[in-house]
């Protein structure tokens, strides 16, 4: 990591800069030529762009009931009894967040309320490059499994056997999800989106991706698909104090750093001494990591920061605005209440990321590259739309009536009124 001593936030933006958002630009290009050949040509261009891209197409695209059981078979006991507790977390958290509003009354005649409705029908993507995350087939699939969305489709790349990782079909299956594709890349983003023989088009597409992932997303969603997020590379920020664990600190760090080289780490501290321990625990720790050099591409983009103060780190945090934010503090309750800019935030030294990537409840799918300023992670209310309702008696519209006729001649549109008084006029 770069040590960067008391630098002024106004006049250092660079170090809230993110690696890698130049490479979604590069690729629109070449992904908008994806887009319009499986759209042209549905399953026939999906099988040769999984040769072109990963060697090999799958015989059938479609993930068989025979597949699904031989998934749940094989899969280590273990490993399905981490995926239940962490489905049981998950639904436990976000089943509160299904909630009906009472209709308002907003004056004596006039009542108005919202109905949350499920979108019809949502396309899941989990990526399956280095990692097949299976932990995002629940970060989705529980939220639009409560929402209730009638038709759930998921694509994802398949291995070198020509099938789908057993978890990620396991966990498919806890959340309900029949329709599973072995389709990875943009190509399965424009699956979803424009529909071939096989793979039906969806309203909305969800889940996180590389480069041509997101790309493909931002196209598709100028043809009216809509999508959850662009969602970069991954990012942690951690705060923390002379009270932190040099240990946990670079453990944390590293989590993220190993997710790809493209993936940026920032550490904030008020504390020398603590910034130093964690550069040296970081070192130890690099070597002992299957993906080392992942987390070593990742740590030479990335900067530690001495600050004056913890008001200073907070004020750094809130200008990255991370996807993950550790308040690794004495007293972190106390910083949360200043943090206004974050995806997700871990309070005190023994709330690691990890938790909540997997098994603490909350959802993983975050905005990133500062995204979160202005939009939250997936929620229930992501895979739901809020239709509105009134209902006015012939006193309500009686009562509304002058503020609407007034307002509607004021805008030069006369019929708007006219739809008022017409109605008063027969009631009497």
Known sequence: MKFVYYPELGKSQSLLARPGDEAVMERREKTAAILAEVQQNGDAALRRLAVQFEGQAPDILAVTETEFIAAESGLADDLKNAIQQAYT????????????????????????????????????????????????????????????????????PMQKDKKIHPAVLFAARLCGIQQVYKIGGAQAIAAMAYGTESVPKVWKIFGPGNSWVTAAKALVSLDGVAIDMLAGPSEVCVVADASANPAFVAADLLSQAEHGA???????????????????????????????????????????????????????????????????TEHPKQWAEKVQDAGSVFLGHFSPESAGDYASGTNHTLPTSGQARTSAGVSVDSFLKK??????????????????????????????????????KNNT
């Open 262 to 328: 493209d993936s940026q780490v920032l550490l904030i501290s008020d504390s020398e001494a603590l910034i130093q321990a964690v550069e040296k625990a970081l070192a130890v720790q690099l070597e002992a990591l299957p993906r080392h050099e992942f987390a070593r591409q990742s740590l030479e983009n990335s900067h530690a920061i001495l600050v004056k103060n913890l008001d200073e780190a907070l004020l750094w945090a809130n200008a990255y605005a991370p996807e993950h934010l550790i308040l690794a």
């Open 387 to 424: 239709i509105t309702f009134q209902q006015i008696t012939a006193e309500g519209l009686s009562n509304l009536a002058p503020s609407i006729t007034t307002m509607a001649k004021a805008e030069g549109l006369e019929a708007h009124a006219r739809a008022v008084e017409i109605r008063l």
């Open 89 to 156: 977390n998950i639904r436990r958290f976000h089943e509160p967040q299904i909630k009906q509003e009472a209709p308002i009354e907003t004056m004596p005649g006039v009542s108005c309320w919202r109905k949350s409705v499920a979108i019809g029908k949502v396309g899941l993507y989990i990526p399956g490059g280095t990692a097949p995350l299976f932990s995002t087939v629940l970060m989705l699939g529980i939220p639009a499994q409560l929402a209730g969305c009638g038709e759930i489709i998921l694509c994802s």
